[in-house]
């Protein structure tokens, strides 16, 4: 049996073991994105993303697998949503196409000279270096916070560009401090809207087909691009 003795020596020295880890800092967060970023290679994971629109106060859900994996100096990106309705959001070789099952079309969009841009949005914790990150975010440390269970660094960004600013005056990223990527992320729009997306089931590296990265058309899918 246990005596009082014991238990408090005990307790003395979880203590003493939890007052000596190093807590995290801006720096230390950012140089777990640097070590994740430098041995990126793919990544899978089950999201949530949740749409709050301030004018009518509601909220839109969908829910779905993501996927991710560097293809020479290219990202790609594979979002399957499955709920509500399923979609399919495909970002390869500089072009974003969201495809429509249900109705059987393809809206494409060459992100053209803002491809640099666009692909630091897409790896906003999944791949991307910390050091990338300061490049275009002015970044702050916000301290210590646990998501499902997972202690991890939230990190505040204020876009650099005045026209990435006028759409996301702020982001909130919450990295995992143990493998340097994001459980959650928080895009706050204009007029109180904002988007929020939850990342479970992290796989990385994570074993991905090519064909994941395909649209699955047919001869009668209809490709349309807006102003073009």
């Known amino acids: 049996m246990l005596t009082i003795g014991v238990?408090?020596?005990?307790?003395?020295?979880?203590?003493?073991?939890?007052?000596?880890?190093t807590p995290p800092t801006?720096?230390?967060?950012?140089?777990?994105m640097d070590d994740a970023s430098a041995k990126f290679q793919s990544a899978q994971a089950d999201f949530v993303w949740d749409q709050f629109q301030k004018v009518v106060e509601e909220t839109d859900t969908q829910k779905g697998t993501v996927y991710y994996r560097r293809n020479g100096q290219q990202i790609e990106m594979m979002a399957d949503i499955k709920e509500p309705d399923q979609k399919f959001v495909l970002y390869k070789d500089g072009k974003l196409q969201i495809y429509q099952p249900k109705i059987n079309r393809?809206?494409?969009?060459?992100?053209?000279?803002?491809?640099?841009?666009?692909?630091?949005f897409l790896v906003l914790g999944f791949g991307g270096s910390?050091?990338?990150?300061?490049?275009?975010?002015?970044?702050?440390?916000?301290g210590e916070e646990t998501i499902d269970n997972v202690p991890t660094g939230r990190l505040q960004l204020i876009p650099k560009s005045d026209k990435l600013r006028n759409n996301f005056p702020q982001i909130i990223l919450w990295i995992d401090l143990a493998r340097g990527i994001s459980?959650?992320?928080?895009?706050?729009?204009n007029q109180g809207d904002y988007h929020v997306a939850k990342y479970t089931s992290i796989?990385?590296?994570a074993k991905i087909n090519n064909d994941v990265f395909h649209l699955k058309t047919s001869n009668k899918t209809k490709f349309e691009t807006p102003n073009g």
């Open 130 to 142: 910390g050091q990338e990150l300061k490049k275009s975010f002015d970044v702050t440390f916000q």
């Open 106 to 120: 393809v809206m494409q969009y060459s992100v053209g000279a803002n491809q640099q841009q666009v692909e630091s």
């Open 26 to 32: 801006l720096t230390t967060v950012l140089k777990a």
């Open 183 to 189: 459980v959650q992320q928080r895009l706050v729009q």
């Open 203 to 205: 796989k990385m590296p």
């Open 7 to 21: 238990l408090w020596l005990m307790l003395f020295h979880s203590l003493a073991g939890a007052q000596g880890q």
